[in-house]
């Protein structure tokens, strides 16, 4: 079976790093099948379903290599946060311009 290893990043909707901190594996997504009579779209893999959390990336290695799966490893993007000042929101430089 081939899992996808990655560190999920936060969603647009999220100011904080919440559901950032852990490592998932995830199953590759299989294929689908349409059923004939009410024409849903199915799949006969229950593995899709599941989400596993590790907290290093280390453990979720280990625990693919145990189990015997294939994986691919996703390393997560750093972002850069620059600290400012509450105040600097409502500073200006000129009249009319912000600061960014």
């Given at each position: 079976m081939q899992v996808r290893?990655?560190?999920?990043?936060?969603?647009?909707?999220?100011?904080?790093?919440?559901?950032?901190?852990?490592?998932?594996?995830e199953a590759e997504p299989s294929r689908k099948e349409i059923d004939p009579l009410m024409g849903?779209?199915?799949?006969?893999?229950?593995?899709?379903?599941?989400v596993l959390r590790f907290e290093t990336r280390e453990?979720?290695?280990?625990?693919?290599?145990?189990?015997?799966?294939?994986?691919?490893?996703?390393?997560?993007?750093?972002?850069?946060?620059?600290?400012?000042a509450y105040a600097d929101n409502f500073a200006f430089t000129r009249i009319g311009q912000w600061t960014h």
């Open positions: 290893i990655y560190k999920p990043a936060k969603t647009a909707m999220q100011s904080g790093t919440g559901n950032t901190r852990e490592w998932v594996i849903w779209t199915s799949s006969r893999d229950t593995m899709n379903q599941v453990e979720a290695i280990a625990y693919a290599q145990k189990q015997g799966w294939m994986y691919s490893l996703a390393e997560p993007k750093t972002r850069a946060v620059r600290p400012r």
